[in-house]
């Protein structure tokens, strides 16, 4: 009996069958010194991305490279994280919820590779703090009134304390768990703009809006290239976009080195560091995304999957403030 028809549940019709792929081969792999070992398994996908064969067969005693890495992956995806998408009520995309897969890591032992550092609660929209939740996660918070400088309004000084970017790192030390405030980038980046809501009043189009995001522990600064004007039901507003400068790669603009913005143009911010994921974000809908980074995603109209989304110019990021208040009326 081969190893796939004894388990047949853990495979589809789309994966590649095991062929000569024997009990002897399974029960070899099937032990701690091997795929039960996450060094072991990431050592597959490296083996198989440098296409070692020799290398592979060596240590796996099979020569089906493909395979044995396209099944670790389908595992991983669809059987430990439940598939690529999850389905998830308006109240917990607005207030957070328990992420099941995490959860398990968190109270996985240790020895079994759980991590109780890690946050299992995921949070997409920032919560409504109260001021005791700000002391206790974030330390004092600090901002700008713009009482003594009216261009001031809302900026950012300070967060924990410290007057440059950091987020909260968690971790566990071997004994408990710990957390500490850590920069994510290769060099302290300094507070500068506010939360982009309320900004300073008097605009003009020839302003800077300056603005610091604190989920994603970056800002930039937006202007208003063209000058838009934007009705929203008689109240006039100035568009201020943020200029593609901000979404370039290391070899376009050198500034974005601090950002570790290697690889792709079209990219706001890489999140790999403060997450520990393979996340950025974009403009909306992958605009100006670099192709080779925009061919890796298919973005669908709804969940039929029959019309795909073509981003337009409209997708860029900007702010439409209403000029004599400063109040931001869509970022």
């Given amino acids: 009996m081969s190893f796939v028809s004894r388990f047949p549940k853990l495979f589809n019709e789309s994966l590649p069958l095991f062929a000569g792929f024997d009990d002897e081969v399974a029960n070899f792999l099937l032990s701690y010194d091997n795929l039960f070992n996450s060094i072991m398994c990431s050592r597959v996908f490296l083996n198989f991305k440098n296409n070692d064969i020799d290398q592979f067969y060596k240590l796996y005693k099979t020569s089906y490279a493909k395979e044995l890495t396209f099944y670790l992956r389908y595992i991983v995806i669809e059987l430990a994280w439940g598939g690529w998408t999850m389905t998830r009520p308006v109240h917990e995309l607005l207030w957070g919820y328990d992420d099941p897969f995490i959860t398990k890591l968190k109270h996985q032992p240790v020895l079994m590779g759980g991590d109780p550092s890690v946050n299992a609660f995921i949070n997409i929209n920032d919560i409504n703090k109260t001021k005791e939740s700000i002391m206790s996660r974030w330390g004092r918070q600090k901002q700008r009134t713009g009482k003594n400088n009216v261009n001031d309004v809302g900026v950012q000084v300070s967060i924990a304390d410290l007057d440059y970017t950091t987020y909260e790192r968690h971790y566990f030390d071997g004994n408990e768990s710990r957390i500490d405030y850590a920069n994510p980038w290769y060099k ?144």
């Fill in 188 to 331: 302290e980046v300094k507070y500068a703009g506010g939360n982009a809501g309320h900004n300073a009043p008097g605009l003009t189009k020839d302003s800077i809006v300056s603005i610091y995001i604190p989920s994603l522990f970056r800002g930039g600064s937006g202007t208003s290239p063209g000058f838009e004007e934007i009705d929203y039901y008689g109240l006039k507003t100035h568009r201020y976009e943020l200029p593609e400068s901000l979404f370039a790669n290391v070899s376009k603009n050198p500034e974005n080195r601090v950002y570790d913005l290697y690889k792709w143009d079209g990219v706001f911010v890489n999140l790999t560091s403060p997450t520990s994921l393979p996340a950025f974000i974009t403009n909306k809908h992958n605009l100006y995304l670099q192709k080779e980074a925009f061919d890796l995603f298919k973005l669908y109209t709804n969940t039929s999957k029959k019309a795909e989304v073509v981003p337009i110019p409209i997708d860029r990021s900007y702010l439409d403030i209403e000029p004599n208040s400063g109040i931001a009326l869509y970022i």
